[in-house]
T-cell receptor
Framework: SAVISQKPSRDICQRGTSLTIQCQVDSQVTMMFWYRQQPGQSLTLIATANQGSEATYESGFVIDKFPISRPNLTFSTLTVSNMSPEDSSIYLC????????????FGPGTRLTVT | SQKIEQNSEALNIQEGKTATLTCNYTNYSPAYLQWYRQDPGRGPVFLLLIRENEKEKRKERLKVTFDTTLKQSLFHITASQPADSATYLCALLSGYSSASKIIFGSGTRLSIRP
């Protein structure tokens, strides 16, 4: 398994601003993912963070709105840009090890409120 | 479109009884089905995985069944305890490759009363 930390754990932001969420893993992992979980809803995959190349985004999510960095095998960031109240959600980082992408380990999440 | 439904938003049962949660899916042929536990303010925690060619999997007090004909999985917690109270998520994975993505259900909130 892997131990994952996220910063910040929560934040309240004003409309139009941006927030960068950090995800740190205690070991090198092949795959890192970013999810969004709105209240009472299931987790929705935003993108797969690829080390050394651009992230792969899911339908409905674009790089301009959710730029992602992954400078190495233990760290990634997700930025929520030009925020609106609809972006209020929990953002979760998860990781999977090589050859075992069916076992994902999640960070504690970042609770974002946009006013 | 692909759809995952978990039987109810909330389930409330007496301590010591068996809790049974249901996951149904449509327009999907998963290679794996998983169950996660999520506590308030925390990320999901992986519990069990069952493959498409397996009918049943057990882990301590947990049992999962997978019926690909009915397109349904049942998740059982025997001898339930208040500490089992949490939201349980069903998740499906379409393939075996690293490119496969997990699709999550919206979860069932389980409450075990003493």
């Amino acid at each position: 398994s892997a131990v994952i930390s996220q910063k910040p754990s929560r934040d309240i932001c004003q409309r139009g601003t941006s927030l960068t969420i950090q995800c740190q893993v205690d070991s090198q992992v092949t795959m890192m993912f970013w999810y969004r979980q709105q209240p009472g809803q299931s987790l929705t995959l935003i993108a797969t963070a690829n080390q050394g190349s651009e992230a792969t985004y899911e339908s409905g999510f674009v790089i301009d709105k959710f730029p992602i960095s992954r400078p190495n095998l233990t760290f990634s960031t997700l930025t929520v840009s030009n925020m609106s109240p609809e972006d209020s959600s929990i953002y979760l980082c998860s990781v999977a090890t090589s050859g075992r992408t069916y076992e994902q380990y999640f960070g504690p999440g970042t609770r974002l409120t946009v006013t | 479109s692909q759809k995952i439904e978990q039987n109810s938003e909330a389930l409330n049962i007496q301590e010591g009884k068996t809790a049974t949660l249901t996951c149904n899916y449509t327009n999907y042929s998963p290679a794996y089905l998983q169950w996660y536990r999520q506590d308030p303010g925390r990320g999901p925690v992986f519990l069990l995985l069952i493959r498409e060619n397996e009918k049943e999997k057990r882990k301590e007090r947990l049992k999962v069944t997978f019926d690909t004909t009915l397109k349904q999985s049942l998740f059982h917690i025997t001898a339930s305890q208040p500490a089992d109270s949490a939201t349980y998520l069903c998740a499906l994975l379409s393939g075996y490759s690293s490119a496969s993505k997990i699709i999550f259900g919206s979860g069932t909130r389980l409450s075990i009363r003493p």
